[in-house]
């Protein structure tokens, strides 16, 4: 099956899937895969001991909140290696050779790492379901908050990406992918800062704000373009990108 790039380039899914499973084994044949999942849960086990036992709260609200703030810090660990390795061991001059899309190469390696996060929330379902046998539970704000945070570390690794392609040194990689995704995290955060006629279009590009209305168990068309259109832009900029060091 083959789409058309906006760049009008054919794109074969077939490609996108063996780089896919190639980038999504490269994750847990590394330390990489097991240490960000051991700081996750370690992290998110604290949490959610520390709302349910001390707050005597019973829901996973705070959990997804919690969740998202992690994934700030450890997606850009994650995808820092994707691109900026390649282009330093020289294994990205050696793929332009191959009849390979760089759009296939971008698209291959950022659903290797969502699946990979993807898996590392898989098991946060325990709490749910431990949450829901101690009491009432409204699945709408689960489901919407599960969904949110797909979509949230989607923008994530998305960014983390394009901070890859755009450098050959993994740390400025981490560096310049969690500085994006800090910025698209709390920029509604300083709204107080800003003139009044920037105020709404700060908040629109906030990724906390749209996440939020999600989480509430409300899926509104709105906050789905908003994380649709970011993610998308992202992986053309990071194709461009890896375009142009190409050349």
Not at 57 to 69: N, Q, S, W
Not at 121 to 139: F, H, M, R
């Amino acid at each position: 099956m083959k789409i058309y790039f906006p760049l009008r380039f054919p794109i074969s899914f077939h490609i996108v899937g063996i780089i896919f499973r190639k980038e999504l084994r490269s994750y847990f044949n590394s330390i990489i895969a097991y240490v960000v999942m051991i700081v996750f849960y370690a992290l998110m086990g604290w949490f959610y001991a520390g709302n349910i036992f001390l707050n005597n709260t019973a829901t996973l609200r705070d959990m997804f909140e919690y969740a998202g703030i992690i994934f700030l810090f450890i997606i850009p660990a994650t995808t820092m290696r994707l691109l900026a390795e390649e282009s330093k061991t020289g294994t990205i001059e050696l793929l332009a050779t191959k009849p390979l899309h760089d759009a296939e190469i971008v698209l291959g390696k950022f659903f290797a790492s969502w699946a990979f996060i993807a898996l590392t929330i898989l098991p946060t379902l325990v709490y749910y379901l431990t949450i829901a046998n101690v009491g009432g539970l409204d699945n709408g704000p689960v489901i919407g908050g599960y969904l949110g945070l797909l979509l949230m570390t989607g923008v994530y690794i998305a960014v983390g990406l394009l901070a890859s392609s755009l450098t050959e040194n993994q740390i400025i990689a981490f560096m310049l992918g969690l500085f994006f995704c800090v910025v698209l995290f709390f920029i509604d955060k300083m709204l107080f800062a800003v003139p009044d006629f920037a105020v709404s279009v700060l908040q629109f590009l906030s990724v906390d704000y749209h996440f939020s209305n999600i989480a509430r168990g409300v899926i509104d068309s709105r906050d789905i373009v908003y994380f649709v259109s970011i993610l998308g832009f992202s992986l053309y900029l990071s194709v461009v990108s890896l375009q142009r060091r190409t050349w």
